[in-house]
């Protein structure tokens, strides 16, 4: 039953607004939802004259896009957890935080390597601002994400 609710509670997570999922093709609906909200959102507070526009919109897809990669692996994560959730084995516990401790790092890499190429095309504070949205909106989903995985149990 707490592996069920779980699974379910990952899946409502990973698609945001679509319910009951089955498939890749509505998870990849409900991050395309979720993207379109997400650069409304950035469209709205980062105020762009014509010129800057153009680089940074393309430059901004293609960071989302590497960004969706670890979103997935990410998603990955938290059904290996879900599908070991009543009996996680010693051994997959600790794979399990070491895998999430690595996808951390990469996307803290991914965020320094595009830091580069956003200061290329905004200004100091055109970059800082964009930057306090970016970390907001991820905020957000990762506390959506989280707040779905029940504490591991402990077995006495």
């Given at each position: 039953?707490?592996?069920?609710?779980?699974?379910?509670?990952?899946?409502?997570?990973l698609l945001s607004?679509v319910?009951?999922?089955?498939s890749?093709?509505e998870?990849?609906?409900?991050?395309?939802?979720?993207?379109?909200?997400?650069?409304?959102?950035?469209?709205?507070?980062?105020?762009?004259?014509?010129?800057e526009?153009?680089?940074?919109?393309?430059?901004?897809?293609?960071?989302?896009?590497?960004?969706?990669?670890?979103?997935?692996?990410?998603?990955?994560l938290?059904?290996?957890?879900?599908?070991?959730?009543?009996?996680?084995?010693?051994?997959?516990g600790?794979?399990?935080?070491?895998?999430?401790?690595k996808?951390?790092?990469q996307?803290?890499?991914?965020?320094?390597?595009?830091?580069?190429?956003f200061?290329?095309?905004?200004?100091?504070?055109?970059?800082?601002?964009?930057?306090?949205?970016?970390?907001?909106?991820?905020?957000?989903?990762?506390?959506?994400?989280t707040?779905?995985?029940?504490?591991?149990?402990?077995s006495?």
């Amino acid at each position: 039953m707490k592996k069920s609710l779980l699974l379910c509670g990952v899946v409502v997570a990973l698609l945001s607004s679509v319910s009951s999922a089955q498939s890749q093709a509505e998870y990849e609906l409900a991050h395309e939802v979720e993207e379109n909200e997400r650069r409304a959102t950035v469209a709205a507070n980062l105020p762009l004259h014509d010129s800057e526009a153009e680089a940074f919109w393309g430059l901004y897809l293609e960071y989302r896009a590497a960004d969706k990669e670890m979103d997935d692996q990410r998603a990955d994560l938290m059904l290996r957890f879900a599908d070991s959730y009543e009996d996680l084995a010693e051994d997959e516990g600790t794979r399990l935080v070491t895998d999430a401790l690595k996808l951390e790092e990469q996307r803290q890499l991914l965020k320094k390597r595009y830091l580069e190429k956003f200061a290329r095309v905004l200004s100091g504070q055109q970059l800082f601002r964009y930057y306090q949205i970016e970390t907001k909106l991820d905020a957000k989903k990762r506390h959506e994400w989280t707040s779905i995985i029940p504490l591991m149990p402990v077995s006495e």
